[in-house]
């Protein structure tokens, strides 16, 4: 599955096309490399999303092949960790 397809799937980023665009602007990572927006993800995957001053880390647990409902998103993507990006780093 496609990583873009993959974070609007699994509720990560809510529109395809702002996934796309995060992929390119190279804020998000597949174990610890820089993904394009049709790298292939698989199950046991890490993913890297820096988004809104925010990193999130989540591990791949299955591929949704339709967007989920809110509940259902930890059956997909397990939050590994999460922290906010301080002002003076950024």
Sequence with gaps: ??????LRNAGI???RSRAK???EEGLVAIDGTVAKPSAEVRPG???RVELNMQVRE???LDLPRVPVAKK??????????H???DIDEW
């Design 45 to 47: 995957q890490k993913l």
């Design 58 to 60: 989540y591990e791949i």
């Design 83 to 85: 922290s906010r990006v």
């Design 13 to 15: 980023i809510p529109r």
């Design 72 to 81: 259902q998103r930890e059956n997909y993507a397990e939050l590994l960790s």
């Design 21 to 23: 665009e995060a992929c």
């Design 1 to 6: 599955m496609r990583l873009d397809i993959f």
